[in-house]
């Protein structure tokens, strides 16, 4: 078992609309949680972090933690053609030397 | 402020050719990373450096691969010989300190082995 998961997609939404990401990882003692975006062809770029259980809001981006359940999600609201990308969501482990791993990335495709 | 900087982005070779990729990290990042992409995979990691003392390489396969981070700046990553499942995309990242999980990447340097 892959210690991120995430489902590869596509998920396709219609432009306006909230696009919502998942992701679960297998090490209980996780601690810090990641969302890279990734366009086609380059490289990955942090967009959010979140460390404590529940919401943190930054602008269109809301990053979801529940450690109990072992899953983080992102919810991208009023989704925009240039949000079409590859998410990717890094997990720091406490005994994985620190060094995010990364899920495959869920790859996201909004539609006019 | 200057990003990661990767060189060359890309290269192709022939399988049994050496091949390396270089790396200039953020300024006064102390810690960088090699991480391999694969197409509709994450990264993963290859090797990681805290200065120039590679802390975690468990992942590098040592029978052909190689790095360094000489006076733990710059760093090179090097591969002899390539074979054809080496093909995939080289990042490099850095962050400020070990464990932040604030990775920023380079570009990266894409390698197709024939």
């Known amino acids: 078992q892959k210690e991120v998961e995430q489902n590869s997609g596509p998920l396709s939404v219609p432009e306006g609309a909230i696009a919502s990401l998942n992701c679960t990882y297998s090490d209980r003692g996780s601690q810090s949680f990641f969302w890279y975006r990734q366009y086609s062809g380059k490289s990955p770029e942090l967009i959010m972090f979140i460390y404590s259980n529940g919401d943190k809001e930054d602008g269109r981006f809301t990053a979801q933690l529940n450690k109990a359940s072992q899953y983080v999600s992102l919810l991208i609201r009023d989704s925009q053609p240039s949000d079409s990308a590859t998410y990717l969501c890094?997990?720091?482990?406490?005994?994985?030397?620190?060094?995010?791993?990364f899920g495959r990335g869920t790859s996201l495709i909004v539609h006019p | 402020e200057a990003g990661v900087v990767q060189s060359p982005r890309y290269k192709i070779i022939e399988k049994k050719q050496p091949v390396a990729f270089w790396c200039n990290p953020i300024s006064g990042h102390n810690t960088l990373y090699w991480y391999l992409q694969n197409l509709g995979q994450g990264p993963e990691l290859l090797i990681r450096?805290?200065?120039?003392?590679?802390?975690?390489d468990s992942q590098l396969p040592k029978d052909r691969f190689s790095a360094e981070r000489l006076k733990g700046v710059d760093s090179t990553l090097k591969i002899q010989p390539a074979e054809l499942g080496d093909s995939a995309v080289y990042l490099c990242a850095s962050s400020y300190t070990g464990g932040s999980g604030e990775l920023f990447f380079g570009e990266g340097s894409r390698l197709t082995v024939l």
């Open positions: 890094a997990v720091i482990s406490r005994g994985g030397s620190y060094i995010p791993t």
């Open positions: 450096y805290e200065n120039e003392e590679a802390v975690d």
